[in-house]
């Protein structure tokens, strides 16, 4: 089952432009991270916010978390070609740090 | 420092057949878990190792899968025989582990196993 659901499901930008990424889940959580897959390759870890952060950045990344409405966002600022790939949500349920993943959502940047 | 390995990279096969994937986690790295991942969708566990024991098998198969993890360090998934539904990544992440300040919960990802089944 996946608990984290992506949104939009693909998304094509112009290189340059910034790119914003969702993800809702349901259940709480203690951490919430994102991932980054290039095609055919493994996923990559690229940040980590715990339940009590409500933004993180690393890079041209930012990353907000809002359990609230249980929801989190992923900026990538000044997006390049190379950020082309799947990008995938994955929360830590509370007490756990087993990893559920959302279906992800693919970017495309076109230079 | 090299990363988590997994063997074959693909891997095609004929339905009734049995396959096996092959991974090497890091160094030091007590989880291992071996995920699924359909074409389009996020990776699904399968299993989770602490050290040599199997923690959370609940969504393995097991008519026709299974995993080993022996001394803790290397694992296999074996799957006989194939179904054409079988076809997909295998994925293999290793982590810290437990719930030590040491953990982060950040998973580590292999280059994964494609297996075709015809």
């Known amino acids: 089952s996946q608990q984290g659901e992506e949104d939009p499901q693909a998304l094509s930008i112009q290189e340059g432009e910034n790119a914003t990424m969702n993800c809702s889940y349901k259940t709480s959580i203690n951490n919430l991270q994102w991932y980054r897959q290039n095609s055919g390759r493994g996923l990559v870890h690229l940040i980590l916010i715990r339940s009590n952060e409500r933004e993180k950045h690393s890079g041209r990344l930012r990353v907000t978390l809002d359990t609230s409405k249980k929801s989190s966002s992923l900026l990538i600022t000044a997006s390049r070609a190379a950020d082309t790939a799947s990008y995938f949500c994955a929360t830590a349920g509370a007490g756990s740090y087993q990893l559920t993943f959302g279906k992800g959502t693919k970017l495309s940047v076109i230079p | 420092e090299a990363g988590v390995v997994q063997s074959p990279r693909y891997k095609i096969i004929e339905k009734k057949q049995p396959v096996a994937f092959w991974c090497n986690p890091i160094?030091?790295?007590?989880?291992l878990y071996w995920y699924l991942q359909n074409l389009g969708q996020g990776p699904e566990l399968l299993i989770r190792?602490?050290?040599?024991?199997?923690?959370?098998d609940s969504q393995l198969p097991k008519d026709r899968f299974s995993a080993e993890r022996l001394k803790g360090v290397d694992s296999t998934l074996k799957i006989q025989p194939a179904e054409l539904g079988d076809s997909a990544v295998y994925l293999c992440?290793?982590?810290?582990?437990?719930?030590?300040?040491?953990?982060?919960?950040?998973?580590?990802f292999g280059e994964g196993s494609r297996l075709t089944v015809l």
């Open positions: 160094s030091g790295h007590n989880t």
């Open positions: 190792y602490e050290n040599e024991e199997a923690v959370d």
């Open positions: 992440a290793s982590s810290l582990g437990g719930l030590g300040t040491l953990n982060t919960g950040e998973l580590f």
